[in-house]
Structure formats: structure tokens, C-alpha cells
């Protein structure tokens, strides 16, 4: 019998697919038990069920939590909370893990921060102490921070402002973002794979795009992508792959524009809900601007020397290699950060790009933390004072 219950929290596609290596690392390990809950936009017809995927790779879903209403306001979201903490709680009661794991920042995990906290059982965040200064992400991820017993984050500069926090150093772990453990451990399609697998040719340019709506503008998010569309327009010759965004608060209009848009422009626009993890970075590596504000330009585009167009304020406060452009989002802002990212001498300062966020091996990194660490006495946190205690 396994000595340590781990279960892993899984609310989108994206965060799965980050997920990956480290629920393999723990299936494997005949000393620890993968426990798996499966919650959010998994169980969404509008986004795929990609709880199907999580199957299909072999791995079993103790738990299915729905919580998704149909309604993508501040009200809806507000009441998905609610219910999926209702759902966490049960979860947990009934599986009664040692350590629960949470990625990121998005409001189910907050609502598995909570209710673990009250179930008093000790719970390790991974990618803490990132900033995202136009989401309401930012409050919940240093939120769940607070409510959190192991940090596992992506720099070195992340780890300083988790301890900043007040997080114990000891409890503080700088592996790397886990994200590039994909780019490693994944064996990638060749073009002629990529292009038969989604049934859509590449072409001399290729632009990859993902555009989530920034939860704390008072922007219309139909504006910004209407200009991000005029922008695209402008090169004609490009092949565009545009996945859509979660289910964040707007999302439901940017989903019906992409559409829309991708029909109008069927014989150079392909468009899909998800495209898993293996498609999703070989559409990375074979095109040559990666647009949008997904993280995944921040993150992982940098390691595979592909410049990002990143729009608006999203993603403000992270580290950000030199292939990164940041614009506004208005059409004209888009449209000449993209001709940059396309020219030639830009395209030269490519070949020394490099990541910011390690070299991968973090999933390995975590779970032999997670199944080593002293968890008697963890819950008692105390607070390190930043002006006291070294950061070091």
C-alpha cells in the first residue's frame, strides 16, 4: 500500500496539460498514490470535455466536480465558486489525501484553497509569486499563497516575493517553471503531423494566437478582439491558428467572434477549442509569431526562440525575455509589433534568446519533495518577517 495520498486539482486544458509530468512522475512511484480531481471547464461541451483527454491518457478521475453554471458574469462566476467549493468539500472528505496540489490562479483553485484549509490538509502551489496585473488571477494566486503550505515556482525572483509573503524560506522551492517540462519530455510532431492532424495547411508565415479577456478591464473585450482581427487582416498571406480562451468573465462573446471569423476566413484561419499539449507546441514551433496574451507566450515560446506579440496588460509584471513585444491593444499597435516580430533583424536577435524560467526536470523536482517532506506540524504556519528574516 502507498504510504502518501497526493491529489492534484485540475480545473482547464491548459493546467492539465502543465499537470502532466508530475501526475506521471506520482502514478509511478509505487511509495505514493496519484488521487486526481477533475473540476471547471473539463465537463464544458463548449470547451472540449477535456476530462475525455485525461482518460484517455490513462489516468483515473477520483473525482468529477461540475460547478460550471452557464453564465460567464461576475454573478455566474461568483456562484461557480460557490458550488465548487461545496464539491471540494465532499472530494476531500471522502478521499482524505495527505497533500493537495494546485496550479496557478484561476478561481476553482481558490475555491480548493479554501476548502482544504478548512479540511486542514496541507497544500502545495505551484507557479506562486508571479504577477498578472490585469486579472483578477493576481489576488487569487497570492491568495492561495496564504492558504498554502509548499511554494514550487517558476525564477528566483518569484521565490523572493512568495517569501516576501511571509512564507517560510525552507518551504520555498525554485525548480523552474513546470511548463517546460513539455518541451523536454514530449516528442513533438513533424509539420506534415501537425498539418494532418488538424486538417489545415501551414504556410510560409504562420501565426499561432490565443486572446483571454483581461478580467479587470473596463475595456469591451469585443473591441480588443475586433482590432486583434483588423490587425490579423493586415497579412493576408499569414496562416492563423487561433485556440479560444477559458471560461473567464466575457470569454462567451470572444468565442462566438472567433468563430464567426474563422468561417469568413476558412482558407487561411483554422480555429478550435483545444488542441492538447503535443499539437499545441508543435503549432508553437512551426510558427513564426506566437499573438495574444496567453502565458504560454511568456513562458514557453521563449525556449523555442519564437518571438510573442503580447497584448495588453494581462501578463504585466512577469519576467520577459527579449522576444517578447508588448503592445496596446488597439489594431494599429498589433498590426506594427507584428511586422517587428517579422523582421529580419529582430528575427536574427532570435538565435540568442533564452528561457527564463530553467531548463524543465521540475516535475521530478516537486514529487521528491512531496514525498519526503515532514508533514507533522505543517499546518502551524508561522509568518516570516520580511525586514527581519534574510530572504536567502
Given at each position: 500500500m502507498a504510504d502518501r495520498k497526493i491529489c492534484i486539482v485540475t480545473?482547464?486544458?491548459?493546467?492539465?496539460?502543465?499537470?502532466?509530468?508530475?501526475?506521471?512522475?506520482?502514478?509511478?512511484?509505487?511509495?505514493?498514490?496519484?488521487?486526481?480531481?477533475?473540476?471547471?471547464?473539463?465537463?464544458?461541451?463548449?470547451?472540449?470535455?477535456?476530462?475525455?483527454?485525461?482518460?484517455?491518457?490513462?489516468?483515473?478521475?477520483?473525482?468529477?466536480?461540475?460547478?460550471?453554471?452557464?453564465?460567464?458574469?461576475?454573478?455566474?462566476?461568483?456562484?461557480?465558486?460557490?458550488?465548487?467549493?461545496?464539491?471540494?468539500?465532499?472530494?476531500?472528505?471522502?478521499?482524505?489525501?495527505?497533500?493537495?496540489?494546485?496550479?496557478?490562479?484561476?478561481?476553482?483553485?481558490?475555491?480548493?484553497?479554501?476548502?482544504?484549509?478548512?479540511?486542514?490538509?496541507?497544500?502545495?502551489?505551484?507557479?506562486?509569486?508571479?504577477?498578472?496585473?490585469?486579472?483578477?488571477?493576481?489576488?487569487?494566486?497570492?491568495?492561495?499563497?496564504?492558504?498554502?503550505?509548499?511554494?514550487?515556482?517558476?525564477a528566483e525572483e518569484y521565490r523572493r516575493r512568495v517569501i516576501q509573503l511571509g512564507e517560510q524560506p525552507e518551504r520555498v522551492f525554485n525548480f523552474g517553471d513546470i511548463g517546460l517540462d513539455n518541451i523536454n519530455r514530449l516528442k513533438l510532431l513533424s509539420k506534415e503531423e501537425f498539418e494532418k492532424s488538424i486538417g489545415f495547411s501551414l504556410g510560409k508565415i504562420n501565426f499561432l494566437v490565443t486572446y483571454h479577456p483581461e478580467s479587470l478591464s473596463h475595456r469591451?473585450?469585443?473591441?480588443?478582439?475586433?482590432?486583434?482581427?483588423?490587425?490579423?487582416?493586415?497579412?493576408?498571406?499569414?496562416?492563423?491558428?487561433?485556440?479560444?480562451?477559458?471560461?473567464?468573465?466575457?470569454?462567451?462573446?470572444?468565442?462566438?467572434?472567433?468563430?464567426?471569423?474563422?468561417?469568413?476566413?476558412?482558407?487561411?484561419?483554422?480555429?478550435c477549442t483545444s488542441l492538447g499539449q503535443v499539437r499545441y507546441l508543435s503549432a508553437m514551433k512551426y510558427c513564426n509569431v506566437v499573438i495574444g496574451n496567453s502565458s504560454s507566450g511568456i513562458i514557453e515560446?521563449?525556449?523555442?526562440?519564437?518571438?510573442?506579440?503580447?497584448?495588453?496588460?494581462?501578463q504585466n509584471g512577469r519576467l520577459k525575455a527579449d522576444s517578447i513585444?508588448?503592445?496596446?491593444?488597439?489594431?494599429?499597435?498589433?498590426?506594427?509589433?507584428?511586422?517587428?516580430?517579422?523582421?529580419g533583424d529582430f528575427q536574427k536577435e532570435m538565435t540568442s534568446v533564452m528561457s527564463l524560467y530553467g531548463i524543465g526536470n521540475t516535475s521530478e523536482e516537486i514529487k521528491n519533495v512531496l514525498k519526503s517532506a515532514q508533514l507533522e506540524s505543517i499546518l502551524i504556519k508561522k509568518f516570516n518577517d520580511f525586514g527581519i528574516n534574510s530572504v536567502n
Open positions: 480545473g482547464t486544458r491548459a493546467e492539465y496539460g502543465l499537470l502532466y509530468w508530475l501526475m506521471r512522475e506520482i502514478n509511478e512511484d509505487t511509495e505514493l498514490e496519484l488521487q486526481l480531481i477533475a473540476t471547471g471547464t473539463h465537463f464544458s461541451s463548449e470547451f472540449g470535455m477535456t476530462y475525455e483527454q485525461i482518460e484517455q491518457d490513462g489516468f483515473v478521475i477520483n473525482e468529477k466536480i461540475e460547478m460550471l453554471l452557464s453564465s460567464d458574469s461576475p454573478v455566474g462566476i461568483t456562484k461557480s465558486l460557490g458550488l465548487a467549493t461545496i464539491g471540494f468539500a465532499d472530494a476531500f472528505e471522502r478521499l482524505k489525501p495527505d497533500v493537495i496540489v494546485l496550479l496557478g490562479d484561476r478561481y476553482e483553485i481558490l475555491a480548493a484553497a479554501q476548502a482544504a484549509l478548512i479540511a486542514r490538509i496541507p497544500v502545495a502551489h505551484i507557479s506562486g509569486g508571479e504577477t498578472t496585473e490585469g486579472v483578477i488571477d493576481e489576488a487569487i494566486r497570492h491568495s492561495v499563497t496564504k492558504m498554502s503550505h509548499f511554494h514550487f515556482v517558476g469591451n473585450p469585443l473591441l480588443t478582439v475586433q482590432a486583434l482581427f483588423e490587425a490579423l487582416d493586415a497579412f493576408p498571406a499569414a496562416k492563423v491558428i487561433i485556440t479560444k480562451p477559458n471560461a473567464d468573465t466575457g470569454s462567451r462573446v470572444i468565442l462566438e467572434m472567433i468563430d464567426e471569423y474563422a468561417l469568413v476566413h476558412s482558407d487561411r484561419v483554422f480555429a515560446a521563449p525556449a523555442f526562440q519564437v518571438p510573442t506579440v503580447n497584448i495588453g496588460n494581462r513585444i508588448d503592445c496596446d491593444d488597439s489594431a494599429d499597435s498589433i498590426k506594427l509589433s507584428i511586422e517587428k516580430a517579422l523582421s
